[in-house]
Nanobody, 126 residues
């Protein structure tokens, strides 16, 4: 089973950029779908971005498309979420997730993933 640990969150101003990281341990990420989700206070966890299990395709929520980029360093077993033009509504705890049996149609569903990190807080002030 893969273990995940996020880092890099913080307090930024609207319009700023920030990159959060997700380091994997225990085994390689090969064959896993990898995703970022976020959860704001009082709201459900929502999909942000994902790599398919083959790693060949990326998917984004409409709310972050064109502003956020998911990337992976296989050698470091680390997944990144580069966030630009941040808005106050991007404020949330950001979680990374991994799953070996996630099919394309389930990539945006948090229930499809079986490994989660502890989350990192991103706060965007106006």
């Amino acid at each position: 089973q893969v273990q995940l640990a996020e880092s890099g969150g913080g307090l930024v101003q609207a319009g700023d950029s920030l990159t959060v990281s997700c380091a994997a341990s225990g085994r390689t990420l090969s064959g896993y779908a990898i995703a970022w989700f976020r959860q704001a206070p009082g709201k459900e966890r929502e999909f942000v971005a994902a790599f398919s299990r083959t790693g060949g395709y990326t998917y984004y929520a409409d709310s972050v498309k064109g502003r956020f980029t998911i990337s992976m360093d296989n050698a470091k077993k680390t997944v990144y979420l580069q966030m630009t033009s941040l808005k106050p509504e991007d404020t949330a705890v950001y979680y990374c997730a991994a799953g070996r049996r996630v099919i394309t149609s389930s990539l945006r569903s948090h229930g499809a993933y079986d490994a989660w990190g502890q989350g990192t807080q991103v706060t965007v002030s106006s």
